[in-house]
């Protein structure tokens, strides 16, 4: 059995990175963006840097700002209807996760006519043609949308979030530009730093892991535990150290996939439109403590990776709760919650649990699981 490992084309780094825009639009040709934002970034002129950069070498753009926190099947097809009367021959998607994940969307949906059901692009789609060129320029640390081959995009209809998985989404380019995440509030990168590190924790432990991704998330693990409290303080070295660590991570579990902490989170996004990092933040330790007996000595490594000290002095019992103690220790000192008593209401855990079961994230758990078993886990968490 052989394992696929797939990365986007072109990456750049560092403070500065979206000036390279500009050339890397040249160079390829291309002569109009269709810009992807969500209002709030527009608002706050987060967007303008980018356009200041297309303006400055005399590029032309329009924007899409119909953008939803948990992008919706309608926000998708809008934008393709505007993408369409734009006469763009490239995207440029700026944000978070939304944004992204809705351009990934619309440029599938623009080389895959066929695709334009948005619910037929929900788990391995057979598409037959690349996106629309996408420039990925994130404004957050956390889901790594811009190296990753996977989007989710909300079904209002059906209170359910649509993982969908395509290796012709991913961005040609990506600017990862740590300048770009300055302007974030404390609660928001917080939030998005701990999406990165369930990103990293569960592609370590999930199914499909082996030694090329476990390169992968280990770094990232370790770089984001030194790195999230700074940059919740906003420090550049702490800003500059997550949206490394979260695009290394990215890198890792685009590959092999994560598990039930992304499984119970999504139903969250979806019923109560909750932040997905808060989500999974609140989530990960409780169901690292659920899958420890079957993660091997990976949690040894995952406590070194947090920092903790004499682990290779450990019992397996002993490095295990440390490895969950640590992730405890990071979520507190950021100011996440420790349980869903303020998001969940008892009475929808069994759609909850049963949406869980049926995430396309749920077979990548290193611990098999039923609908029985994710009821438990949000019931320990109220």
């Not at 994130?138 to 989007?151: D, L, Q, R, S």
């Not at 490895?323 to 209401?345: C, H, M, Q, T, Y």
């Not at 009475?347 to 758990?365: K, M, T, V, W």
């Amino acid at each position: 059995m052989s394992n696929r490992f797939i990365l986007n084309e072109t990456s750049y780094h560092g403070a500065g990175a979206i000036n390279d825009i500009a050339s890397e639009a040249k160079a390829r040709g291309f002569n109009k963006a269709f810009v992807c934002s969500d209002p709030d970034l527009i608002k706050f002129n987060v967007t303008k840097k980018v356009l200041d950069v297309l303006e400055g070498a005399g590029l032309k753009y329009e924007i899409y700002s119909q953008i939803k926190p948990n992008p919706t099947i309608e926000n998708v097809q809008t934008g393709v209807e505007a993408y369409k009367a734009s006469e763009a021959d490239y995207i440029i998607a700026i944000g978070g996760g939304s944004s992204m994940d809705t351009a990934k969307a619309i440029g599938i949906i623009i080389n895959n006519p066929e695709f334009y059901d948005v619910k037929s692009l929900e788990g391995v789609a057979d598409t037959k043609n690349k996106s629309v060129p996408i420039f990925a320029v994130p404004t957050t640390a956390g889901t790594a949308a811009e190296v990753t081959i996977n989007y989710v995009i909300t079904d209002v209809e059906n209170n359910r979030k649509m993982v969908c998985v395509d290796p012709h989404d991913i961005p040609v380019v990506a600017f990862v530009d740590p300048d770009m995440m300055s302007t974030m509030p404390k609660g928001l990168t917080a939030a998005t730093g701990m999406d990165a590190l369930t990103h990293a924790i569960e592609g370590y432990i999930t199914a499909g892991a082996w030694e090329l991704s476990d390169m992968f998330h280990i770094k990232a693990i370790e770089i984001i535990a030194r790195s999230l409290r700074g940059a919740v303080d906003n420090t550049p070295e702490g800003r500059e150290g997550m949206a490394l660590g979260q695009y290394v991570a990215g890198m890792g579990f685009s590959n092999v996939g994560l598990g039930i902490v992304h499984s119970m989170a999504h139903p969250l996004g979806a019923l109560y439109d909750t932040p997905h990092g808060i989500a999974n933040a609140i989530i990960l330790p409780t169901v690292m403590e659920y899958n420890a007996e079957a993660t091997g000595d990976k949690y040894k490594h995952i406590a070194a990776a947090m920092g903790v000290c004499g682990t290779e002095n450990m019992t397996c019992e002993e490095y295990r709760k440390a490895a969950v103690d640590a992730v405890k220790e990071l979520s507190s000192d950021i100011g996440i919650p420790d349980n869903l008593r303020d998001i969940v209401k008892r009475e929808d855990i069994p759609f909850l649990a049963q949406s869980a079961y049926d995430d396309a994230c749920r077979p990548g758990n290193p611990k098999e699981t039923s609908v029985e078993d994710i009821k438990k886990l949000y019931e320990s968490l109220l």
